[in-house]
């Protein structure tokens, strides 16, 4: 079974810049989450997916920051235009309904240099 | 609301000893708690959770972590430290008491294995 992948591994982009993640989470998870690591920070929620809605969003830091996911597959995170303070490591986890220890699965995490 | 807290940000010991990662948590209910270990250049992994079936849990590579309420505590060993276990390493609760809850995390804590 493949884990949850994300694309891209690293991203470099210039400050006004627009730059979309994606991540692929596990078949048949209906859960997805994104999280971000400032450097020297703790990793931070940012939104959850149940299948194509969101089911909590509270932790996007403004309205740049755009999350999709169609069809309630896979998941892309638009930054626009991006800031220095984006720069971080963008993980995404997924999770099914059936575990029963409600474990989330990480990806690679995608790391984001604006400069 | 939740949270956690992980005593020291770098953990340092000789190969051969004794691992022991703090971790303290704050829930105003029955928490469930992991551990997730970040291999240099990967993703997170799970070490080991708690859901309230066993207070002292056993988790992949020898680690493992006892739940201790009356000290709101979830700290992370090992009897015997290998190199190939320098990472870093998070605690985090899951929030609410729904399946799909976000995770909070801790800050981190780096440990280095000296030979």
């Known amino acids: 079974e493949a884990g949850v992948t994300q694309f891209p591994s690293h991203s470099v982009i210039e400050k006004g810049q627009t730059v979309t993640l994606r991540c692929d989470p596990i078949s048949g998870h209906d859960n997805l989450y994104w999280y971000r690591r400032v450097m020297g920070k703790e990793i931070k929620f940012l939104l959850h997916f149940v299948k194509e809605s969101k089911q909590d969003e509270s932790g996007m830091p403004n309205n740049r920051f755009l999350a999709e996911r169609t069809g309630g597959t896979y998941s892309t995170l638009k930054v626009q235009p991006a800031e220095l303070e984006d720069s971080g490591v963008y993980f995404c986890?997924?999770?099914?309904?059936?575990?029963?220890?409600?474990?989330?699965?990480f990806g690679p995490g995608t790391r984001l240099t604006v400069t | 609301a939740q949270s956690v807290t992980q005593l020291g940000s770098h953990v340092s010991v000789s190969e051969g000893a004794l691992v022991l990662l703090r971790c303290n948590y704050s829930s105003s209910v029955p928490p469930y708690l992991f551990w997730y270990v970040q291999y240099p250049n990967q993703g997170l992994q799970l070490l080991l959770k708690y859901t309230s079936a066993a207070t002292l849990v056993k988790g992949i590579n020898g680690f493992e972590a006892e739940f201790k309420k009356s000290e709101t505590s979830f700290h992370l060993t090992k009897p015997s430290a290998h190199m190939s276990d320098a990472a870093e390493y998070f605690c985090?609760?899951?929030?609410?008491?729904?399946?799909?809850?976000?995770?909070?995390f801790g800050q981190g804590t780096e440990l280095s294995v000296k030979p």
């Open positions: 985090a609760v899951k929030s609410g008491g729904n399946q799909g809850g976000k995770l909070i």
């Open positions: 986890a997924s999770s099914s309904w059936t575990s029963e220890s409600y474990e989330q699965y």
